[in-house]
């Protein structure tokens, strides 16, 4: 099957990058990625780089080099499903926040409407490949929307599940561990030779797309489901593995114990591994929660409560250790914070990216202006409009009090002045570096660093005066 056209539904973290780097890698082929936010595409076609809605590093590189030669970014969903061979969804899930599964499962509404959109708008034949995370056998309902509702051409099902993670987005594009397709091909059994036929070209088109650079034996192939579940269950298992690292930062904190030996010595056993080992205030982003949640509801639904019960305490692990971290400031300084200021240095789920989503920031700054402690956070991405929507999105207290309790910064050394207290909630190298004297000599003593991420040298900072408290750190 020769492809010309690819069309990406969903222009965000995923969609963005995904597409940029197919482009970049298949010049031959149309890549256009379409999205329902105009501001959002107008921002990916910005002539300044530094304007893309995503920060990435090696991003703007990519999309310099393909846009306007195969890479397009337009709002006209109808005009590039037209046109496509294949046709990415790639539009958010977020957790329902309403009825039937309230909190816990995937909200498909998004999913939905593309497909319908596609069903209605497609002329000839089109591969539709899911490339939102999404619970098992949604495929199944993607088949039969498109099926019942589309004039008579045949789409082919494919799942491809996303791994990249933010920060190294571009890397992990370019050079990922493996790349995941489940398809109808893989199914044990079809109806006719020329279902199994179509299931299987469209499984290979999507394959020879990713073979143009990334080795084949690294390209699995799987039955829809196995690879629905797959991600699912690499979130899952990625995030358990920093809830219990975290778990073991409070033993550690009570025995004596270093959580960093502790995780080098188990790391080094190559059963364990050293990845996701790093203890910290707590996970965020857009997804360990969420497909964590989703894994719980599909097994309560399916009776299977043990194993909800068994991946729920992930989540709970990781609330508590954001509660314990705030916890611990309020302690420290003399168990009230009311009136104090406490600088956060980082707001981002994690380094390299400007993404908020779940960020632990966002919930220990939420605890501690529950004790009107005043928080001046400083962010090297994040601007400080998206603070404001974040803390407006916990719906804790009204905007006038959020824009009297938060006060973002646009240098990290007024955010530190004349704080009691300074929180590291993001890892940005950056921070490593500053004049930690020159921010010492400026705040209100007994000067407190929480280090959240145990990004900074603690003898260092005790030497100069600080009181350091890492996480897990006896
Ligand atoms: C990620 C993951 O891809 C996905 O697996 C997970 O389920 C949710 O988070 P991401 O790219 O990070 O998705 O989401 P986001 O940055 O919010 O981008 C989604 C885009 O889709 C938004 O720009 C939104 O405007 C667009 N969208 C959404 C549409 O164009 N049409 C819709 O109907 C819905
Ligand atoms: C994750 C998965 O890694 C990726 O494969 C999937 O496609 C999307 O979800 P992402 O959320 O972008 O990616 O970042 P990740 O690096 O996994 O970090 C998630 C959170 O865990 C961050 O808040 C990070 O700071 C935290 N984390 C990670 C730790 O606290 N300790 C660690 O050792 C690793």
């Keep these: ?72 970014f337009n709002t006209n969903i109808d005009k590039a499903i037209d046109e496509a061979d294949i046709i ?32 209605r708008v497609s002329k000839n034949d089109k591969i539709v490949v899911e490339k939102s995370t999404l619970p098992v056998r949604t495929a199944e309902t993607l088949r039969s929307i498109l099926k019942n509702v589309g004039t008579g051409v045949d789409f082919q099902i494919l799942s491809n599940p996303e791994f990249l993670a933010e920060g190294t987005a571009i890397s992990d594009l370019l050079n990922p561990d493996r790349v995941l397709i489940g398809g109808q091909a893989k199914a044990i059994t079809h109806k006719t030779e020329e279902e199994k036929k179509k299931a299987e070209e469209a499984m290979e088109a999507l394959v020879n797309i990713y073979a143009t650079w990334i080795p084949k034996e690294r390209i699995i192939t799987t039955n829809l489901w196995s690879s629905e579940l797959s991600k699912l269950t690499a979130n899952a298992f990625l995030a358990q593995r920093v809830s219990s690292i975290n778990s073991l930062s409070a033993l550690c904190e009570a025995t004596g114990a270093d959580v960093e030996e502790v995780a080098k010595a188990i790391g080094t056993d190559s059963r364990i591994g050293s990845k996701f080992l790093k203890s910290s205030v707590g996970f965020g982003g857009s997804c360990f929660q969420k497909d964590i949640l989703n894994l719980v509801y599909i097994a309560t639904s399916l009776g299977l409560q043990e194993v909800a019960d068994y991946w729920h305490q992930v989540i709970i692990m990781n609330d508590y250790q954001k509660q314990r971290f705030a916890d611990k400031i309020i302690t420290t300084l003399y168990n009230t914070v009311s009136g104090k200021k406490i600088a956060f240095l980082g707001w981002a789920f994690k380094k390299d990216t400007n993404d908020t989503r779940e960020t632990a920031a966002m919930y220990v700054a939420d605890i501690l202006m529950d004790d009107n402690a005043i928080i001046a956070p400083y962010d090297i991405k994040v601007i400080h409009k998206q603070m404001f929507a974040d803390m407006e999105m916990l719906n804790s207290r009204s905007d006038v009090e959020n824009k009297e309790l938060l006060q973002p910064q646009t240098d990290p050394y007024e955010a530190c002045k004349d704080a009691h207290a300074i929180a590291i909630l993001t890892e940005w190298d950056e921070f490593k570096d500053y004049d930690w004297q020159q921010i010492f000599d400026n705040m209100v003593k007994p000067a407190c660093i929480f280090d959240g991420r145990n990004l900074l040298d603690a003898n260092k900072m005790r030497k100069i005066g600080f009181k350091y408290i890492g996480i897990g750190k006896g």
């Excluded at 149309?30 to 936010?37: A, E, H, L, Q």
């Excluded at 009825?99 to 319908?116: H, N, Q, V």
């Design 88 to 119: 990415f969804i790639s539009v958010n899930t977020p957790t329902k926040t309403y009825g039937k599964g309230k909190g816990m499962a995937s909200d498909l509404k998004y999913i939905e409407l593309c497909a319908r959109q596609i069903a």
């Design 1 to 72: 099957m020769d492809i010309k056209n690819i069309c990406c539904i969903g222009a965000g973290y995923v969609g963005g990058p995904t597409m940029a780097v197919i482009a970049q890698k298949c010049p031959s082929i149309n890549v256009t990625v379409v999205d329902m936010n105009e501001q959002k595409i107008a921002d990916w076609n910005s002539d300044n780089l530094n304007d893309l809605p995503v920060y990435e590093p090696g991003l703007a590189d990519v999309v310099k080099e393909a846009r306007g030669r195969n890479l397009f």
